[in-house]
């Protein structure tokens, strides 16, 4: 069974720094996309930053670039989102989806979701 299980969310002041963590299974090709999506209150889900093994490429939305790092650690499969000079806009539920095999882009789909995790920028 697939899995994504998203860690790592939290409150933070801005200015300060968080990394998210996203944890695939049940798979085991080390073919995939992954990305991070997130969903403020009243807002439309946004897409954050994406890492695709399948070609090495990496994207990042104009409103993250500079700021937030997309990475994995094939030992652990697990791809993290380092987030710094972090901003109260950044505030949203964070959420880690996934895609695998030898088609898999970061421009989609993604049949897998984890459950979100609550990032809040507020001093």
């Known amino acids: 069974q697939v899995q994504v299980v998203e860690s790592g969310g939290g409150l933070v002041q801005p200015g300060g720094s968080l990394r998210l963590s996203c944890a695939p299974s049940g798979f085991t090709l080390d073919l995939y996309a992954i990305a991070w999506f997130r969903q403020a209150p009243g807002k439309e889900r946004e897409g954050v930053s994406c890492?695709?093994?399948?070609?090495?490429?990496?994207y990042y939305a104009d409103s993250v670039k500079g700021r937030f790092t997309i990475s994995r650690d094939k030992a652990k499969n697990a791809v993290y989102l380092q987030m710094n000079s972090l901003k109260p806009e950044d505030t949203a539920v964070y959420y880690c989806?996934?895609?695998?095999?030898?088609?898999?882009?970061?421009?989609?789909?993604?049949?897998?979701w984890g459950q979100g995790t609550q990032v809040t920028v507020s001093s």
């Open positions: 989806a996934l895609d695998y095999g030898w088609g898999s882009t970061c421009g989609g789909p993604y049949p897998y």
């Open positions: 890492i695709n093994t399948v070609d090495g490429s990496t």
